[in-house]
């Protein structure tokens, strides 16, 4: 099946920091989504993000479908940005998604 | 503003036990996923169903069945319970939206250990 890759696998930042977390796949996609996971265990769709480029605040994400990855990026850090964030993707023969193993996020006061 | 509602947040079985995770979304989506999280190996996939009373495995089927009686429900039920299943499990709906993208929404999960 499908190998989806997310890296860093942890990062820590101060708040007001800005960072870049990146989905690596194996395979054609037909969509990509990112997730967020907040400490208690609630996951928010974030991006629907087959290609191209969207913004929603101080997060936007990138998705190069021919080059198979996508970055998420998070501009002035807060807080409550911290948790884990998933990669998650459908292959073109496939119906469901493929969660990468996510990036643990901690952001410091 | 609740969409997706597990009917247990956390859940503590006996080896053995039969188990009933329910799980009830009212956007009127027709896909619903029952994932389970365990640290290190992000979400896999156990079943999902795209219609009442139909069913397909995921990656990691064993041990578990599903029932999807009404559009709105979707059960998973461990038959009998082993150490191996502890762990967060995670139902999500989506319904084909523009273009076709299925944007998963998920429930706050329910936490089972079973000692």
């Known amino acids: 099946g499908i190998q989806v890759e997310q890296s860093p696998p942890d990062l820590i930042l101060q708040e007001g920091a800005n960072s870049t977390l990146r989905c690596n796949f194996s395979d054609s996609v037909n969509n990509l989504q990112w997730f967020h996971q907040n400490p208690w265990g609630q996951l928010i769709n974030l991006f629907y993000?087959?290609?191209g480029t969207k913004q929603n605040g101080r997060l936007s994400a990138t998705t190069v479908a021919t080059e198979r990855y996508s970055l998420l990026y998070i501009s002035s850090s807060q807080t409550t940005d911290s948790g884990v964030y998933f990669c998650a993707v459908v292959p073109g023969s496939a119906r469901q998604l493929t969660f990468g193993s996510g990036t643990q996020l901690t952001v410091l006061p | 503003d609740v969409k997706v509602t597990q009917s247990s947040r956390y859940l503590v079985k006996r080896t053995g036990e039969k188990v009933f995770l329910e799980c009830v979304q009212d956007m009127d989506h027709e896909n619903m996923f029952w994932y389970r999280q365990d640290p290190g190996l992000g979400l896999r996939l156990i079943y999902f169903?795209?219609?009442?009373?139909?069913?397909e495995k995921g990656d990691i089927p064993e041990g578990y069945s599903v029932s999807r009686e009404k559009k709105e429900r979707f059960s998973l039920i461990l038959e009998s319970a082993s150490t191996n299943q502890t762990s967060m499990y995670l139902c999500?709906?989506?319904?084909?939206?523009?273009?076709?993208?299925?944007?998963?929404?998920f429930g706050a999960g329910s936490r089972l250990t079973v000692l």
């Open positions: 999500a709906s989506s319904s084909p939206g523009q273009g076709g993208a299925n944007v998963l929404t």
């Open positions: 993000i087959p290609s």
């Open positions: 169903s795209y219609d009442v009373k139909m069913k």
